[in-house]
C-alpha cells in the first residue's frame, strides 16, 4: 500500500471539479459518434487531471504496466494521471467490464459513473455488468498514480458471448505483438495485440492470462517513417532480446539475464523501415523496453562524449552534449551546465581508449548512482541513491582499442562524479599458504590444479614441522593469474601424521568446497595449531 496522494483539501477540490465536468457532460444531449480509432490519452504531470495534459497521444490498448517507470519520458514516474476517452461500437447486450490499477481509477460510459475506486491501492481489480444499446458508446477512464509502481488495465467481455471482445484494428503507431507460449516464438502464438508501446515491466507476471508468468516469448513487428540522419536504439531486457532493422540484426542478446541496457548508434535513411524486436522470459522477473531517438552526427571522440539529461533515467534526447577532458566533478549543490538541472539529471559518458595489454584498474566514486561498462560488459551496477560511494574493478585487457563507458544520475542534495582508470598495474606474484603440522613425524603435502583437471604435487616430498609450535608458512605458491585471476588458484592441502591422512581442504573429487591460493596474499587452511 502506497501514501497519501495529497491533503484532504486537494481531495475536495478534485472532487468539486469532476463533480461539477461530469454534470455539465451529462446535460449535453448524446450525439452518436464514428468509431475513433484509438483511445486518446492525456498524461498530465499531477494526480488531479488538472490544468493543460503535458502529453497527448493515440494508445492502441489500455494495457500498462509501467513498473517504476513513466508512460513517456516527459511524464513524471510518480504523481501523474491520465484520462483516456474512446467512442466504440457496440452489439445490444449485457456487458461486464473490468479495470486493474495501481492506483485509483474511474470508469465513465457515456458520461455516467460505472466504476469509482479514486484512492491509494495495490494493483486491484474491479468489474461492472452494463446494458447497453446497437451504437456508438463512449468510454471515459481516468487514472492516477501515486507512487511506487504503476499498471492500468482495461477490458470487458460480453456476457453469454465465447470470447472477450475482439482487439481493436491498431493505430499506425502500434507494435503488432505476436505473444508465444514457449521461449523459442514456435508455433501459433497464443495472442495477437497491439502495443502502444514496447515499455513494460510485468514482474513475476504475465503479460495476459493467456500466457504463462514464465518460459514466454514475443515478437513486436512495425513498421516506422523515419527522417534521414543517426538515430540511437536502447534496449533494456530481461531475459533474452534480438533487434532488427529492415530484417538485419543490430542487437543480439539472446541469453538468460538480468534486466540490461544494450544501445546501438545507427544511420537511417529517410523513408519507411521495418523494426522488429524479439524477446523471451526464462524465469524471475520479466520486463523489456525500447526507445529510440534521433541524435547529432557522431563526431570523432577526442574526450569524454558527455550526453546530459534533465530526467534521472537518461530518457529522451539529452538536453546537452559535449566532450569532457576527464571524469572528474564534484558540483555540490550546483549543476554541470545552465542547461542541466541541479537535481534530478543524468549523464552518459562514453570514449574509445587504447590500452597496452595489461591489468587495469578501474574506480568510480559517485553521488548518486552509477553504472560501468568496458567493451559493452556491465562491470559495475550500483544504480541506486547513495552518498558518495567508491567501487573498484580490476580487469585484463588485451592491447588496443576498448569502448568504456559510464552513467550516472543525481537524485538530490550533493553531485559529485569521478572515474580513475589505473594501469597498467604489476601482475600479482604467488600467493603464502600458512598452516600447521604436528611436532613428530608430521608433514603436509600441497597439490595444485592443473588446467587439464589433474592435482600437481608442488613438493613430493611434502613440508616437516619447523618451528616448536607447529606453525608452518609456506610462501610464493605459484598462481595461474591469467586465468584465475585475484580469486586465486585451486590447491588441495593434506595434513599427514604418523603415515595416516587426518586433514584435508579443497579435495573437490570427493565433494569438499575448492581452497584457492590467492596472490600477494597470505591463505590458511582451517586446521588449528598444535596439532594433536
Known amino acids: 500500500m502506497k501514501g497519501h496522494v495529497t491533503s484532504r483539501y486537494a481531495r475536495a477540490l478534485a472532487s468539486l471539479f469532476f463533480g461539477t465536468a461530469l454534470i455539465l457532460m451529462l446535460a449535453l444531449p448524446y450525439a452518436a459518434k464514428a468509431e475513433s480509432a484509438g483511445w ?3 498524461y498530465f504531470n499531477n494526480p488531479y487531471l488538472w490544468g493543460q495534459p503535458a502529453l497527448v497521444r493515440t494508445d492502441s490498448s489500455i494495457n500498462f504496466y509501467w513498473g517504476l517507470g513513466s508512460p513517456d519520458y516527459r511524464i513524471v514516474p510518480d504523481g501523474f494521471s491520465v484520462r483516456w476517452t474512446r467512442t466504440l461500437y457496440f452489439d445490444a447486450g449485457q456487458y461486464q467490464f473490468f479495470t486493474e490499477t495501481d492506483d485509483g481509477v474511474r470508469l465513465y460510459i457515456d458520461g455516467y459513473p460505472v466504476i469509482s475506486q479514486w484512492k491509494d491501492q495495490i494493483p486491484t481489480v474491479y468489474s461492472a455488468v452494463v446494458t447497453l444499446s446497437a451504437g456508438n458508446h463512449t468510454i471515459i477512464m481516468e487514472y492516477y498514480e501515486n507512487t511506487g509502481a504503476a499498471t492500468a488495465r482495461l477490458w470487458w467481455q460480453r456476457l453469454g458471448a465465447p470470447a472477450p471482445t475482439p482487439t ?6 502500434a507494435w503488432r505483438g505476436e505473444y508465444y ?3 523459442w516464438l514456435s508455433g501459433s502464438p497464443a495472442l495477437v495485440r497491439y502495443d502502444a508501446d514496447i515499455k ?5 507476471g504475465s503479460p495476459d492470462p493467456r500466457l504463462p508468468a514464465d518460459d514466454f516469448s514475443v515478437r513486436w513487428t512495425r513498421d516506422v517513417t523515419f527522417e534521414s540522419g543517426y538515430y540511437r536504439f536502447t534496449v533494456q531486457s530481461d ?8 530484417g538485419r540484426p543490430i542487437i543480439d542478446r539472446w541469453f538468460d539475464q538480468p534486466p540490461t541496457s544494450y544501445t546501438v548508434e545507427k544511420q537511417m535513411t529517410a523513408g519507411v523501415h521495418t523494426v522488429m524486436l524479439e524477446y523471451y522470459e526464462r524465469g524471475g522477473g520479466a520486463s523489456i523496453f525500447l526507445w529510440y531517438w534521433k541524435i547529432q552526427p557522431p563526431q570523432p571522440i577526442t574526450a569524454w562524449r558527455g550526453e546530459y539529461y534533465n530526467n534521472r533515467w537518461l530518457y529522451g534526447p539529452p538536453a546537452v552534449v559535449r566532450n569532457d577532458n576527464e571524469i572528474k566533478f564534484n558540483w555540490g549543490m550546483g549543476s554541470p551546465d545552465p542547461r542541466i538541472n541541479p537535481d534530478n539529471f543524468a549523464v552518459r559518458w562514453t570514449r574509445e581508449m587504447t590500452f597496452q595489454e595489461g591489468r587495469y584498474e578501474f574506480t568510480t566514486k559517485t553521488d548518486d548512482g552509477v553504472r560501468l561498462w568496458i567493451d559493452d560488459r556491465l562491470v559495475i551496477d550500483q544504480w541506486r541513491d547513495m552518498g558518495p560511494g567508491i567501487f573498484t574493478y580490476t580487469i585484463w585487457l588485451s592491447g588496443g582499442t576498448h569502448r568504456i563507458r559510464m552513467e550516472y544520475y543525481e537524485n538530490a542534495g550533493a553531485a559529485q562524479a569521478e572515474l580513475t582508470i589505473r594501469g597498467p598495474l604489476p601482475v600479482p606474484s604467488g600467493g603464502n599458504l600458512i598452516t600447521c603440522v604436528g611436532r613428530y613425524n ?5 597439490y595444485q590444479r592443473t588446467a587439464d583437471g589433474r592435482w ?4 613430493p616430498r611434502g613440508w616437516g614441522p619447523v618451528d616448536p609450535s607447529g606453525y608452518l608458512k609456506i610462501d610464493g605458491l605459484p598462481v595461474d593469474y591469467f586465468r584465475y585471476g585475484m580469486q586465486g588458484h585451486p590447491y588441495k592441502v593434506e595434513l599427514w601424521v604418523n603415515g595416516r591422512l587426518v586433514q584435508q581442504v579443497g579435495n573437490t573429487d570427493i565433494g569438499q568446497p575448492e581452497f ?5 596474499a597470505d591463505n590458511y587452511t582451517p586446521w588449528r595449531c598444535p596439532v594433536q
Open 239 to 246: 531475459d533474452g532480446v534480438r533487434l532488427y532493422i529492415d
Open 40 to 42: 486518446q490519452g492525456e
Open 516 to 520: 584457492r591460493i590467492r596472490p600477494n
Open 442 to 446: 608430521s608433514w603436509v603435502k600441497v
Open 456 to 459: 600437481l604435487d608442488i613438493n
Open 181 to 183: 507460449a514457449n521461449r
Open 168 to 173: 481493436p484494428a491498431p493505430s499506425v503507431d
Open 200 to 204: 513494460f515491466d510485468w514482474g513475476i
